[in-house]
């Protein structure tokens, strides 16, 4: 039986799909922004491997990951399994998530989108720059994870 996606979910066009595939490339190769990571986490009922660039957050202290597009895959894959490895190159960094409560969460997407409006501002209904409190309403759709060291 099929599921529908959730309403959340933006699902990848083409051109999404083409440069994710390129940046995982260069990612793999150690060519990318310094805060861009290739995500590698297991399926959740497949146990297969899946991979997809990712943008890091650094904030107030914290990495953060956050699923600008909603509800993806590899959001429900990280929140099954619990943890997570970030590459870039040779280099590979096993971490925990923890999702944060929605309550918590406003604060840490404004500045997800402030960093990177360029890339992501397509995904949010609030532009980039809008007070904390504008973004509660996206917080529930919105998957926010602390990435914590020790995996």
Do not use: C
Request: charged share 25%; net charge positive.
């Amino acid at each position: 039986m099929l599921t529908a996606m959730p309403d959340t979910f933006q699902k990848e066009s083409t051109l999404d799909r083409f440069f994710n595939r390129l940046m995982g490339r260069a990612l793999r190769l150690g060519f990318a922004p310094a805060y861009m990571r290739l995500l590698e986490v297991r399926g959740r009922k497949s146990g297969r491997t899946f991979t997809t660039p990712v943008n890091i957050l650094d904030f107030n202290g914290r990495r953060w990951l956050v699923a600008a597009r909603g509800e993806t895959a590899w959001a429900r894959n990280a929140r099954a399994a619990g943890h997570i490895v970030l590459r870039r190159g040779s280099r590979a960094e096993s971490l925990m998530v923890r999702e944060i409560a929605d309550a918590d969460k406003p604060e840490v997407i404004k500045a997800f989108l402030d960093r990177f409006a360029s890339q992501v501002q397509r995904f949010f209904d609030v532009p980039a720059g809008s007070p904390v409190d504008a973004f509660r309403a996206t917080a529930s759709r919105t998957p926010v994870f602390e990435l914590i060291a020790g995996a």
